[in-house]
């Protein structure tokens, strides 16, 4: 550690004993760094949903999870260019039509422009709504590796996540949606 005084021009060379504000300083950028590196969707699991906001391919209002309340939602954090996301994409369809009697909405959410999704979502016959996210949407699930998939109860808290494409991810999925329908 440096100290300024009046030595000359020069620094003068402190102690080595920390000041107060200097280990406060150190802690919160400590435990800043460390929230920052846990965060991930499975943090949230037990939580009230973060809200989201996206755009329909049809139009331009913005939707948000307040337009499920009462329903089970299956939010898909996807990509038009993620292989795993296509892999997945037959498996996310059967489970919306398998279970949408009974309340359960899948929705596809990515950040890439409207017109690229409508031609992907054509291209592969894909049945399930996929929307535009916009703001802090996908941030705020800390949707980073693809897919994340958050599934959010009738009450509006999240109730499992699953990030990236791990084997067995479906079989979970429909466990988790099981147990919450």
Same mark, same amino acid.
Do not use: K
């Given at each position: 550690?440096?100290?300024?005084?009046?030595?000359?021009?020069?620094?003068?060379?402190?102690?080595?004993?920390?000041?107060?504000?200097?280990?406060?300083?150190?802690?919160?950028?400590?435990?800043?760094?460390?929230?920052v590196?846990a965060?991930?969707?499975?943090?949230?699991?037990?939580?009230?949903?973060?809200?989201?906001?996206?755009?329909?391919?049809?139009?331009?209002?913005?939707?948000? @999870?307040?337009?499920?309340? %009462? *329903? !089970?939602?299956?939010?898909?954090?996807? $990509? =038009?260019?993620?292989? /795993?996301? #296509?892999?997945?994409?037959?498996?996310?369809?059967?489970l919306?039509?398998?279970?949408?009697?009974?309340?359960?909405?899948?929705?596809?959410?990515?950040?890439?422009?409207?017109?690229?999704?409508?031609?992907?979502?054509?291209?592969?016959?894909?049945?399930?709504?996929?929307?535009?996210?916009?703001?802090?949407?996908?941030?705020?699930?800390?949707?980073?590796?693809?897919?994340?998939?958050? @599934?959010?109860?009738?009450? %509006? *808290? !999240?109730?499992?996540?699953?990030?990236? $494409? =791990?084997?067995?991810? /479906?079989? #979970?999925?429909?466990?988790?949606?099981?147990?919450?329908?």
């Amino acid at each position: 550690m440096i100290a300024r005084g009046n030595h000359g021009g020069r620094p003068a060379r402190s102690s080595g004993v920390p000041r107060p504000a200097t280990l406060a300083l150190a802690a919160a950028l400590a435990a800043g760094i460390a929230s920052v590196a846990a965060a991930s969707p499975a943090d949230l699991v037990g939580q009230p949903a973060p809200p989201i906001r996206a755009r329909p391919l049809d139009g331009d209002r913005e939707v948000g @999870l307040e337009e499920y309340r %009462g *329903r !089970v939602v299956l939010l898909a954090f996807v $990509a =038009t260019w993620c292989g /795993a996301c #296509r892999q997945l994409a037959p498996e996310l369809d059967a489970l919306a039509a398998e279970h949408q009697a009974r309340g359960l909405v899948v929705v596809g959410l990515t950040r890439e422009p409207r017109e690229r999704i409508r031609a992907h979502v054509a291209a592969h016959a894909i049945a399930i709504p996929w929307m535009q996210c916009t703001g802090r949407t996908a941030a705020s699930y800390d949707a980073r590796g693809l897919p994340t998939l958050v @599934l959010v109860d009738r009450a %509006g *808290r !999240v109730r499992a996540a699953h990030q990236g $494409a =791990t084997p067995g991810v /479906a079989a #979970r999925l429909r466990r988790d949606v099981a147990a919450i329908l």
